[in-house]
């Protein structure tokens, strides 16, 4: 038959469709409502309905689509990794997980998370190791920025349980410290610990390095939170060990690399995206999940740096780039919204 014959007979059963729609919804109303005024306006309800209807049709082209099908979000071939690229120090729990992810690879050290980045974005390094989740403080926004900016992408990831230490030089006594050294995020997760004793936290760029500072230091009144392997490295008095507040205490690492990686065995894809800046629109797209089957583990919101008081969106949810149904969600997805990036394919 004609395209435009079928598109017009397509485009008459939507208004049909439309029509049956909004006097449905008018006569629930009167049901619900029969002592108010009724107001007519059923716009945002179609507009729910749409989404659903555009899904289901975008579902349903995968299976009549065999072009379609073939669509490649990532790549299967694997490089050998010979060298990862870590945050950090010796003894650091970056350097821990890179060993266990990573046991046969030379290892190399950098001192932030962005020069982590750029090994990995310049080729100094096949795979930069970067944690992104903690169980206790939650996720570590800046490494999801430096995906964005180095076009990077997660390919695994690895938990690692975290006792943290307070650690100290030999002749300090615990009633004489006053300031901890540590990261951030270990602060965080030490917070009532730090709260009890009356502590001042003092931010460092990484666990390892605060323990180095505070061997270098060597003062009565400071003391680090760090692993007791990095302890014993800079010869420092574990003074209390796991001092963290939650005692299943876990981190979660990526491995980020240049190429996005897909697998049989990858159970989680990580995304994120923007909407237009209208009532309604991350409702639709939150929907457009909700109808193919995807459970959604993780979403948060971080500032969209190009346009003020608008907000970036990143998304864990459960499948597989190699299904046709999330295909043809993350085809939807990327055609309807302003902008979306595949941040990562992983088992885990």
Same mark, same amino acid.
């Given at each position: 038959?004609?395209?435009?014959?079928?598109?017009?007979?397509?485009?008459?059963?939507?208004?049909?469709?439309?029509?049956?729609? @909004?006097?449905?919804?008018?006569?629930?109303?009167?049901?619900?409502?029969?002592?108010?005024?009724?107001?007519?306006?059923? !716009?945002?309800?179609?507009?729910?309905?749409?989404?659903?209807?555009?899904?289901?049709?975008?579902?349903?082209?995968?299976?009549?689509?065999?072009?379609? $099908?073939?669509?490649?979000?990532?790549?299967?071939?694997?490089?050998?990794? $010979?060298?990862?690229?870590?945050?950090?120090?010796?003894?650091?729990?970056?350097?821990?997980?890179?060993?266990?992810?990573?046991?046969?690879?030379?290892?190399?050290?950098? +001192?932030?998370?962005?020069?982590?980045?750029?090994?990995?974005?310049?080729?100094?390094?096949?795979?930069?190791?970067?944690?992104?989740?903690?169980?206790?403080?939650?996720?570590?926004?800046?490494?999801?920025?430096?995906?964005?900016?180095?076009?990077?992408?997660?390919?695994?990831?690895? @938990?690692?349980?975290?006792?943290?230490?307070?650690?100290?030089?030999?002749?300090?006594?615990?009633?004489?410290?006053?300031?901890?050294?540590?990261?951030?995020?270990?602060?965080?997760?030490?917070? $009532?610990?730090?709260?009890?004793?009356?502590?001042?936290?003092?931010?460092?760029?990484?666990?390892?390095?605060?323990?180095?500072?505070?061997?270098? +230091?060597?003062?009565?009144?400071?003391?680090?939170?760090?692993?007791? $392997?990095?302890?014993?490295?800079?010869?420092?008095?574990?003074?209390?060990?796991?001092?963290?507040?939650?005692?299943?205490?876990?981190?979660?690492?990526?491995?980020?690399?240049?190429?996005?990686?897909?697998?049989?065995?990858?159970?989680?894809?990580?995304?994120?995206?923007?909407?237009?800046? @209208?009532?309604?629109?991350?409702?639709?797209?939150?929907?457009?999940?909700?109808?193919?089957?995807?459970?959604?583990?993780?979403?948060?919101?971080?500032?969209?740096?190009?346009?003020?008081?608008?907000?970036?969106?990143?998304?864990?949810?459960?499948?597989?780039?190699?299904?046709?149904?999330?295909?043809?969600?993350?085809?939807?997805?990327?055609?309807?919204?302003?902008?979306?990036?595949?941040? !990562?394919?992983?088992?885990?």
């Amino acid at each position: 038959m004609d395209y435009d014959y079928l598109m017009g007979k397509l485009n008459d059963y939507d208004a049909a469709m439309k029509d049956l729609f @909004e006097k449905r919804m008018a006569v629930l109303e009167e049901i619900i409502l029969a002592d108010k005024e009724r107001t007519g306006d059923y !716009g945002m309800e179609y507009k729910y309905f749409l989404n659903m209807q555009k899904s289901m049709d975008m579902r349903y082209k995968y299976k009549l689509n065999p072009v379609l $099908e073939k669509l490649d979000f990532g790549c299967r071939e694997k490089k050998e990794v $010979e060298v990862v690229c870590y945050q950090g120090l010796e003894c650091s729990y970056s350097e821990s997980a890179a060993k266990s992810l990573f046991s046969e690879a030379k290892l190399i050290n950098r +001192l932030t998370f962005e020069d982590v980045f750029k090994s990995v974005f310049e080729g100094t390094a096949d795979i930069g190791i970067v944690p992104i989740e903690n169980s206790t403080a939650g996720y570590i926004n800046d490494v999801y920025d430096l995906l964005l900016k180095y076009d990077l992408f997660i390919n695994h990831t690895y @938990e690692k349980k975290v006792d943290h230490c307070l650690a100290c030089c030999i002749d300090t006594n615990p009633e004489d410290i006053r300031e901890v050294y540590s990261h951030p995020q270990a602060l965080a997760q030490c917070s $009532e610990y730090i709260a009890k004793h009356k502590f001042i936290g003092k931010d460092e760029i990484n666990t390892a390095i605060a323990a180095q500072k505070t061997a270098e +230091l060597n003062k009565k009144s400071t003391a680090c939170i760090c692993s007791e $392997e990095a302890a014993k490295l800079y010869g420092l008095k574990i003074i209390e060990k796991q001092i963290n507040d939650q005692k299943k205490n876990y981190t979660r690492f990526a491995a980020v690399s240049k190429k996005l990686l897909v697998e049989d065995n990858h159970n989680k894809v990580s995304i994120v995206f923007n909407v237009l800046h @209208e009532t309604g629109s991350l409702s639709e797209v939150l929907s457009t999940f909700a109808y193919y089957g995807c459970n959604l583990s993780y979403i948060n919101s971080r500032p969209n740096r190009i346009r003020t008081w608008e907000y970036m969106f990143y998304v864990d949810f459960e499948g597989n780039l190699c299904d046709n149904k999330i295909k043809s969600m993350l085809s939807q997805l990327k055609t309807e919204l302003p902008y979306m990036k595949i941040l !990562g394919s992983f088992k885990a």
